[in-house]
């Protein structure tokens, strides 16, 4: 058994695995094909609204989502080779997420830098949050 660690050491420890892209980057990727997801909870995708095109899963159904041989994946799940990029609310959850989905053999994982916030500052492209985006609820 390995000894306890703090939250910081995890993160950088799991950081340390892929490479974290930052608001630009997470946009070019998807004008690219890469797929991105929200992780964030309902009520701040109410408050600060969402990111035309990504795939909203919350945090606790992802690696079902996403997993491309499971049985309740979202249909954007089509390889272990399809690139994502995870999204929370600063870029924190995200991290530790991005690194579940490494584990799951999606290699091409990452997270953006800052999260949602950052993207929102970069002045990128934002919607009212009650689009009907939310992949369907897990049975």
Sequence with gaps: ???PVGIDELLERV???????DAQ???????????????RYQALRDR????????VV????LEWRLDP?????APE?????LRVVVICN???ASSLAAASLHALGLHRATDLTGGFQAWKSAGLPVVAGDGPTAAPPHP
């Excluded at 041989?69 to 994946?73: A, E, K, N």
């Design 90 to 92: 600063e870029g924190y």
């Design 69 to 73: 041989t499971g049985s309740h994946r």
């Design 1 to 3: 058994m390995s000894a």
């Design 77 to 81: 799940a089509t390889s272990h080779d």
């Design 58 to 61: 919350e945090r606790n159904e």
């Design 25 to 39: 980057e997470a946009y070019a990727a998807a004008s690219a094909g890469a797929l991105l997801v929200d992780i």
């Design 48 to 55: 600060d609204g969402l990111i035309p095109g990504a795939l």
């Design 15 to 21: 950081r340390a695995g892929y490479t974290r892209v």
